[in-house]
């Protein structure tokens, strides 16, 4: 796993790589994970209520399905 941090502007912009993933569907499953922690993450440090993790997790699931598709 790696976390790389870079300036944007007066922002900093976060990409997080996890590699080794046995098979598309934990592919799926990790980056809906990630997806969602970092937006909680985001959420509480803009001072904001954060979405429910499983709620998000399972948006966010849908959509990473979609734009893996086989």
């Given amino acids: 796993m790696c976390f790389e941090l870079a300036p944007q502007g007066d922002q900093v912009l976060l990409v997080v790589t996890h590699s080794r993933l046995d098979s598309r569907r ?12 970092l937006g909680i993450l985001e959420a509480r440090l803009r001072g ?13 699931e ?9």
């Fill in 48 to 60: 904001q209520v954060p979405p429910s993790f499983w709620a998000e997790h399972t948006r966010v």
């Fill in 62 to 70: 849908a959509e990473y399905e979609q734009r893996l598709e086989q």
């Fill in 26 to 37: 934990e592919m799926i499953s990790v980056a809906a994970g990630w997806h969602s922690h």
